[in-house]
């Protein structure tokens, strides 16, 4: 136990100096029969202590995160929520008017770690020193966004799970959806089934092509699927469990099949980071056993400059590699709608174009209408909010769109500047307000306040069940 009030339950594993990375040489067993992390839920309360604070430390303090309260000052210890009336009526007659928290379904939330309490979580050793400063800095700035103060330390993985549940228990004060409730509205009670289920994202390793081999020099990140499915099974009422899988590695098919027997149907791919190039013929198998598995893929498009530690490739980010995949009828949430960077448009001379265009290219074709989906997330970020007002005024796209936060993104004060919405005319003047509020208490009610609050010029809003479960994607249980 640390002290501020979070303790696990380890059974270490050997661990390598990798810090991940178990090798398990029999690969037909049970994909979590030696995966004995564990969070007990009755230890994980309670803020980290940060004691004095470096001039270093307030710069990416400012960068990662700005706020100034915690998610459980919501409420006072009457049970009286702080937040201005303005911003109340807001969150009651603009946010949730129409929307139950407890049917929020967040498509796109990291989880990560640095493995030393037996999570088998990996970062590439360039987050850990300042040779590589501008890897160090990047790695404090996304952790201090999720609050984790140890992230090189042996309580970073804990930190980072006990403020991601905090803040999801803690989404919002009951009373501001229905004045005769009092506390939060969360799913730890049956009685109140309100929390939200936030799908956990774990980060597959880079595989050499021609042995499957694991290659740790060239793994940015590393998180395992079985960190993943375990926090499901200790949170069921907040996680859903995701899935990574590098086709490279030799087990590739076998590991999908373990994956569905434990309930997973979404299977995350980063292509710039992993390796991998969607468009390879030799990845039709995997692509079939996908679909027979009825799984969906989520596969990040356009550029990415966060994982790039190891191997990276932003090429293997172009939206029209998805092709071979769309066209073996495997079903793919691109994530950020490709909304970063530009891409060789191969139809036409690999003349360079934005990835947006890239895939809203393949958003028209009516062939591909059911397959191909696009998640909101970081689309309130400084840099896409030109694609977040072109996405808001195009209808077309609307039934096709899924909720996703890409915490703890949400939590970095860089990125999330609200002023840039008002100057684009996607809020008004008065939700700047609620939003700036909203921020220093909770950004992933802030996420979903700011993408249910922007409008297009016409009016144009994202529809109420972009945030739910999407009946197209994932099939009823």
């Known amino acids: 136990t640390n002290n501020w009030g979070v303790c696990a339950t380890l059974q270490t594993m050997a661990a390598k100096e990798s810090r991940g990375f178990e090798k398990d040489d029999d690969s037909k067993s049970s994909l979590m029969q030696k995966y004995k992390f564990t969070v007990k839920e009755d230890c994980l309360s309670g803020p980290p202590t940060t004691g004095n604070t470096s001039w270093l430390e307030y710069i990416y303090f400012k960068l990662g995160r700005n706020c100034s309260y915690e998610p459980e000052d919501l409420l006072d210890n009457e049970g009286v929520c702080p937040l201005s009336p303005g911003t109340q009526q807001i969150l009651r007659e603009r946010v949730f008017h129409d929307l139950d928290p407890r049917d929020i379904v967040d498509y796109h939330c990291h989880i990560m770690g ?28 996304f952790s201090n966004a999720a609050q984790v103060t140890d992230y090189d330390d042996k309580f970073g993985d804990i930190q980072y799970i006990s403020r991601f549940i905090r803040l999801i228990k803690h989404f919002v004060p009951a009373g501001i959806i229905n004045p005769s409730m009092t506390g939060f509205i969360h799913g730890r009670y049956n009685m109140l089934p309100f929390d939200a289920f936030y799908d956990l994202l774990p980060f597959d390793a880079v595989y050499d092509a021609v042995t499957g081999e694991q290659d740790v020099n060239l793994t940015s990140m590393y998180v ?64 079939n056993k996908i ?28 939206p029209l590699l998805l092709r071979r995949a769309l066209d073996c009828g495997v079903k793919i949430i691109t994530a950020h709608c490709a909304t970063d960077g530009y891409a060789a448009d191969i139809d036409n001379d690999n003349r360079s174009v934005p990835c947006f265009e890239l895939w809203l290219r393949l958003m028209k074709e009516e062939k591909y209408r ?64 609620c939003l700036d509020e909203l921020f220093k208490y909770n950004p992933l009610l802030f996420d979903v306040a700011s993408k249910r609050l922007v409008r297009g010029s016409g009016g144009e809003k994202f529809p109420v069940h972009a945030f739910k479960k999407h009946p197209l994607v994932l099939p009823a249980k």
């Not at 997973?264 to 791919?269: A, D, P, Q």
């Not at 990040?300 to 400059?305: L, M, S, T, V």
Request: aromatic share 10%; hydrophobic share 35%; proline share 7%.
């Open 114 to 141: 640095n493995g030393f309490t037996g999570s088998q979580c990996y970062m590439h050793d360039c987050y850990y020193t300042w040779r590589y400063p501008l890897q160090k800095l990047k790695a404090m700035v």
């Open 291 to 318: 679909k027979e598995l009825n799984m969906v893929m989520l596969i990040h498009g356009g550029n990415d400059q966060a994982l790039n530690a190891g191997f990276h490739d932003n090429s293997l980010g172009n």
């Open 370 to 433: 059911g397959l191909l989906f696009g998640d909101l997330s970081q689309l309130n970020a400084v840099h896409r909010v030109p694609y977040l007002k072109k996405i808001l005024e195009d209808p077309d796209l609307h039934d096709r769109l899924l909720y996703g936060s890409d915490y703890p993104a949400p939590g970095m004060s860089l990125l999330s500047q609200t002023s840039r919405l008002k100057r684009f005319g996607l809020i008004t003047s008065e939700e700047k307000v």
């Open 224 to 287: 395992p699927n079985e960190y993943s499915i375990q926090l499901a099974t200790e949170f069921p009422e907040l996680f859903n469990p995701v899935g990574s899988v590098n086709p490279h590695r030799h087990d590739a098919l076998d590991i999908l099949e373990q994956l569905s027997q434990h309930g997973v149907n979404i299977v995350l791919w980063l292509p710039n980071s992993m390796g991998m190039d969607p468009s390879d013929e030799k990845l039709i198998p995997f692509y």
